[in-house]
C-alpha cells in the first residue's frame, strides 16, 4: 500500500513563507497527477494546486502568483512552495496523487495525512 507523508508545516508570520515536501516514494510515475489540497476548520477542504504528467500545472485564485507546486519523480517527492503567507492560508495541507491506469476503473487514489499551517496576523 503506498503511503503519502508531508513535511514542512509549522506556525509562521503574514508575509513569510514556508515549503511543504509530500514523500510519495513508490507512486509517482509517468501516468500521475499530484496536488495539494488544504482543509480550514469549519471549511471544505479544497483544492490548491494540481499538476498532471504533462506538465500542465494549474492554481486556486487564491493562491495564484504566491505559491508553486513542483515534482521530482526521481526522488518520489510533491513541493509545494509558498510564499507571502497570509492568515486565511491556515489550514491542514493534503498531498494527493492519482494514478491513471490505462482502463480508468484501475485508476488510484492517495492521500497523505496533513500537516498544519498557522498563520499569524
Known amino acids: 500500500q503506498a503511503r503519502l507523508v508531508e513535511s514542512g508545516g509549522g506556525l509562521v508570520k503574514a508575509g513569510e513563507s514556508l515549503r511543504l515536501s509530500c514523500a510519495a516514494a513508490g507512486v509517482l510515475s509517468s501516468r500521475t497527477q499530484v496536488a495539494w489540497h488544504r482543509q480550514a476548520p469549519g471549511k471544505q477542504r479544497e483544492l490548491v494546486a494540481v499538476?498532471?504528467?504533462?506538465?500542465?500545472?494549474d492554481y486556486a485564485d487564491f493562491v495564484k502568483g504566491r505559491f508553486t507546486i513542483s515534482r521530482d519523480n526521481a526522488k518520489g517527492t510533491i513541493d509545494l512552495q509558498m510564499n507571502s503567507l497570509e492568515p486565511e492560508d491556515t489550514a491542514v495541507y493534503y498531498c494527493y496523487v492519482k494514478i491513471f491506469a490505462l482502463n480508468s476503473k484501475y485508476d488510484r487514489v492517495y492521500w497523505g495525512q496533513g500537516t498544519q499551517v498557522t498563520v499569524s496576523s
Open positions: 499538476q498532471d504528467w504533462g506538465g500542465f500545472t
